[in-house]
């Protein structure tokens, strides 16, 4: 994995980036085990803030599922597996 993020790194390297996020396999269960290990609070304040926003009330998309939804592979995968924001 060390080497992996150095190569990326050294890919993207041009372009200054800010953010560099990395599509995980199984967005579900990695989200559940992270969130899982921060505590209900951490999930609750993520979820009502990401509900909040314009985007997930236009799709009418709610809690854990509408989450998901955003970082599914209905996004991230059209950008090859990872999204770079630069500024």
């Known amino acids: ?3 992996y993020n150095r190569r990326v ?4 390297k041009s372009v ?3 953010l560099i996020y990395l599509r995980q396999d199984n ?3 990695h989200t559940r085990k992270v969130w899982g290990s921060r505590g209900q609070a951490i999930e609750r304040e993520l979820v009502g803030n990401m509900e909040r ?3 997930l ?3 009418r ?3 854990f599922e509408g989450v998901i939804w955003i970082g599914g592979e209905n996004r991230i995968a059209r950008m ?3 999204l770079i924001c630069s500024s």
């Open 16 to 18: 200054r980036p800010l």
């Open 57 to 59: 009330r236009r799709r």
């Open 80 to 82: 090859g597996g990872f």
């Open 1 to 3: 994995m060390v080497e």
């Open 61 to 63: 998309l709610r809690g």
């Open 27 to 29: 967005i579900a269960d």
């Open 9 to 12: 790194e050294e890919v993207v």
């Open 53 to 55: 926003t314009p985007y």
